[in-house]
């Protein structure tokens, strides 16, 4: 299933970005959804997950309260609302469908399928 982030940008600290994920030729309604992170030189950090149904949903400590993960099942999209933004917060955003897991999950080994990723740049 082909996923495709959109959304990406420059953006000044305390800025937003929402990004949107669509899953193209199958439904992703059954599984659990991800979004990780890679800034230059660093590993993939996972960032936000939320169950098939979008009933439950976890974050990293680093984005909890300033991110909001949500899924649309209807329009096989999944997003992340980014408030409140620091430098740190720059990174290549990716979204990630969990290998038949129907709750959240924080592990990059459990996702089976990835997008191309989004560029998110914090500026001072």
């Known amino acids: 299933v082909p996923l495709t982030e959109t959304g990406g940008g420059t953006v000044q600290i305390g800025g937003s970005l929402r990004l949107a994920c669509v899953a193209k030729?199958?439904?992703?309604?059954?599984?659990?959804m991800g979004w990780f992170r890679q800034a230059p030189g660093r590993e993939r950090e996972f960032v936000a997950s939320?169950?098939?149904?979008?009933?439950?949903?976890v974050y990293s400590a680093s984005v909890k309260g300033r991110f909001t993960m949500s899924r649309d099942n209807a329009k096989n999209m999944v997003f992340l609302q980014m408030n409140s933004l620091k430098v740190e917060d720059t990174a290549a955003y990716y979204c990630?469908?969990?290998?038949?897991?129907?709750?959240?999950?924080?592990?990059?080994?459990?996702?089976?399928?990835w997008g191309q990723g989004t560029q998110v740049i914090v500026s001072p």
């Open positions: 939320t169950s098939y149904g979008g009933a439950s949903t």
């Open positions: 990630a469908q969990a290998d038949g897991y129907k709750g959240p999950v924080r592990e990059p080994g459990a996702y089976i399928n």
């Open positions: 030729g199958r439904t992703i309604e059954d599984v659990a």
